[in-house]
């Protein structure tokens, strides 16, 4: 079996209970191939040291580096963040372009690169995560790394007209053009990725999956990343019997529970979905006090201004819904800005009646398929989600949404309030035989499978 090394701007931090899935599972997929996981350290020194220092964390084999404090603000906070987070998400009102953050961007992607070079084996698959890192593999050639290069894009990739808003972005589509295998969450994205690669990267498609540059093959994938469902429904059920989940209980009363959670993140459609429901208590008064909003939306990239203002713009739709409504024993929005551990929200999500994942675009959203996963069988909660969440080409079965549009929300949230039992139960069965038999483990596999040559590209681009 070949050493897998992957590579992402973040390892695993040590011993963090609400570590998603993903994380869990990729740890995972190392422990077995005897891997590495190479990263930024999450510490900033104003001399980091070229070679990186390597640690163990939960039996995986980390090597991290430190980034300084102008490559952290110009790398991190500013192209990845204030330029393709939101790009890549269709939100150019929020790119916010400063001077030389796409120099810093290539820079920390080629000190990756040089640092990671010296810790890299004879055969070793070399697997990079997400936009933060679009210029490693071309980094890594340019160093004559010839292993196996294969690239996961964990977020949507936009409609050319839209890549082009940022000549940045358009470069460092040819730089991960370098990678062999490059993955993504939905059949759009890759086809989106095709057509901007092909228009102005000067590639050539083979195929509705393939491109050309020189006589390089490229070959690219659709992989949704998937939870393991059975595990997180044990979680949940463990879950239920602790202080959080009775704490929640007693102080609901038997009212129905709304949830949300999430990133606190100009992406999530935060802003339309609270204003949904400020909507929906006023249209509907015989609601009142007999449901409660619970929106987790965990702090988040801080140091990025769209993120403090939107913080900003919840607290006052929270304040005004709230000082309309509320009773001394009834408070109709709770807004959270802790994040909390992954089973205290899988305890919540089985609570709650109405499960609101409305993201204006998303690259998959795992909290939708930990919501069904959570669910009591016998007496399911309903899903609304968002249609531009990469979810929803599988999750046919839930309430689908327009996130931009508060009033199908609204709808879909009264319907789901008075959704009769039996037809919950259909729905949510439709959707956990979606999920049922999924795992993280098996996408993490099937990819560093496809990168070794042995896994088969399908015909509609998913590895079989
Ligand atoms: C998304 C991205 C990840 C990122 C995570 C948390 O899921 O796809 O690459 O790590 O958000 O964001 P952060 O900026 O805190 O790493």
Not at 33 to 43: E, N, R
Request: with cysteine.
């Amino acid at each position: 079996m070949k050493r897998l090394v992957i590579v992402s701007n973040r390892v695993p931090a040590a011993g963090t209970p609400q570590a998603g899935g993903l994380v869990v599972a990729l740890a995972d997929l190392l422990r077995r191939h005897k891997g590495l996981w190479f990263g930024w350290s999450d510490a900033l020194t104003e001399k980091p040291a070229a070679e990186p220092r390597l640690v163990d964390r939960q039996g995986v084999s980390c090597a991290m580096i430190d980034l300084t404090p102008e490559e952290h603000r110009k790398y991190y906070l500013g192209f990845s963040n204030s330029v393709l987070w939101p790009l890549m998400h269709i939100l150019p009102g929020v790119v916010r372009f400063h001077p030389h953050e796409l120099e810093t961007y290539r820079a920390v992607n080629v000190r990756f690169a040089q640092a990671l070079k010296g810790l890299l084996k004879r055969g070793d698959l070399i697997w990079v995560q997400d936009y933060q890192l679009l210029a490693v593999p071309a980094a890594l050639r340019e160093l004559r790394v010839s292993n196996p290069i294969g690239f996961f894009l964990h977020i949507p990739f936009p409609p050319p007209v839209v890549a082009a808003i940022s000549e940045g972005l358009l470069a460092l589509v040819r730089d991960v053009l370098s990678a062999d295998l490059i993955g993504f969450q939905t059949a759009t994205d890759a086809e989106h990725f095709a057509q901007t690669a092909a228009q102005y990267a000067g590639a050539r498609r083979v195929g509705r999956m393939g491109l050309k540059l020189g006589e390089r093959t490229v070959r690219l994938g659709v992989f949704p990343v998937e939870i393991d469902a059975r595990e997180f429904a044990r979680v949940t059920e463990a879950a239920m019997q602790r202080a959080p989940a009775q704490d929640l209980a007693h102080n609901l009363r038997d009212r129905a529970l709304v949830l949300g959670v999430d990133r606190l993140d100009p992406s999530k459609g935060l802003a339309e979905r609270l204003t949904a429901y400020q909507q929906f208590l006023a249209a509907e008064p015989d609601w009142r006090r007999r449901v409660s909003f619970l929106q987790i939306a965990a702090k988040s990239r801080e140091g990025v201004q769209a993120y403090r203002s939107l913080l900003r713009e919840l607290e006052k739709v929270a304040g005004a819904t709230n000082g309309a409504n509320a009773d001394p024993d009834w408070t109709p929005l709770k807004l959270v800005t802790q994040s909390s551990t992954r089973t205290t929200v899988a305890s919540y999500m089985r609570h709650a009646r109405v499960g609101l994942v409305t993201p204006l675009r998303d690259g998959m959203n795992l909290v939708a398929k930990e919501f069904v996963a959570a669910q009591d069988p016998s007496d399911p909660g309903v899903l609304i989600l968002s249609r531009f969440a990469g979810a929803a080409t599988q999750l046919q079965a839930a309430l689908q949404v327009n996130p931009y549009d508060p009033d199908q929300i609204q709808a879909a949230l009264r319907r789901a309030l008075t959704m009769p039992l039996e037809e919950r139960r259909e729905r949510w069965q439709s959707l956990w035989d979606v999920i049922k038999d999924k795992t993280a483990l098996a996408w993490g596999e099937a990819f560093a499978e496809a990168l070794a040559g042995r896994g088969t590209v399908g015909q509609r681009g998913t590895v079989r």
